[in-house]
């Protein structure tokens, strides 16, 4: 069975690259500077956290709160394809 992947762009702003998602529902969703930064230090971490981490990963930063737990999973992988 393949998995989809939702399409991630980049687009350059004052506070620079602001990265956005497609959302289940067809409409783009952007990541705050600051949560792109907050994923960005856990990927230097651990380029694949595990389903508990990504979990962990929410509770523990409330930057990431407001984010879905396969949000931030497609996230790791269009980074790791990046």
């Given at each position: 069975?393949?998995?989809?992947?939702?399409?991630?762009?980049?687009?350059?702003?004052?506070?620079?690259?602001?990265?956005?998602?497609?959302?289940?529902?067809?409409?783009?969703?952007?990541?705050?500077?600051?949560?792109?930064?907050?994923?960005?230090r856990v990927?230097?971490?651990?380029?694949?956290?595990?389903?508990?981490?990504?979990?962990?990963?929410?509770?523990?930063?409330p930057i990431?709160?407001?984010?879905?737990?396969?949000?931030?999973?497609?996230?790791?992988?269009?980074?790791?394809?990046?």
């Amino acid at each position: 069975m393949a998995m989809q992947v939702a399409p991630v762009h980049r687009e350059s702003s004052s506070s620079g690259s602001i990265t956005k998602h497609l959302t289940d529902n067809g409409k783009y969703v952007r990541y705050t500077a600051e949560q792109v930064e907050a994923l960005e230090r856990v990927y230097a971490e651990c380029p694949k956290p595990s389903s508990l981490r990504r979990q962990q990963l929410i509770r523990e930063c409330p930057i990431l709160a407001d984010i879905e737990p396969k949000q931030i999973k497609v996230w790791f992988q269009n980074r790791r394809m990046h």
